[in-house]
């Protein structure tokens, strides 16, 4: 079992910056951040492909979010700038141990390892 703990979160204004930690016992295949607003469905943010060090991004964060990892210690990142009230909500390090296709490695149902998050609050 993959254990990953979330850390980081905080409450920031609007244009305000965030960096996200999860710390995991180990690295899988595909790692991945999530966020849940309340109300909402769990939605994929940004996938890193561990080994390859190959990252896909949600258009809603493209070009604001960056996902990277320090392989030596298992921690995957997430660096959040530029954030908008709509980035609000509880964010979660996930890992799969199975391939996914590239159109769906922002879905929650390819993940089988989840931490319990860390919230993210964005005021305006």
């Known amino acids: 079992q993959v254990q990953l703990v979330e850390s980081g979160g905080g409450s920031v204004q609007a244009g305000g910056s965030l960096n996200l930690s999860c710390t995991a016992s180990t690295f899988t295949v595909y790692m991945c951040w999530f966020r849940q607003a309340p109300g909402k469905e769990r939605e994929g943010v940004a996938v890193?492909?561990?080994?390859?060090?190959?990252?896909y991004y949600a258009d809603s964060v493209q070009g604001r979010f960056t996902i990277s990892q320090d392989r030596d210690n298992h921690i995957l990142y997430l660096r959040m700038k530029d954030l908008k009230p709509d980035d609000t909500g509880m964010y979660y390090c996930a890992g799969s141990t199975g391939f996914i296709s590239q159109a769906l490695k922002l879905s929650p149902s390819k993940y089988n390892h989840w931490g319990r998050g860390t919230q993210v609050t964005v005021s305006s």
């Open positions: 890193l492909v561990s080994d390859v060090s190959i990252t």
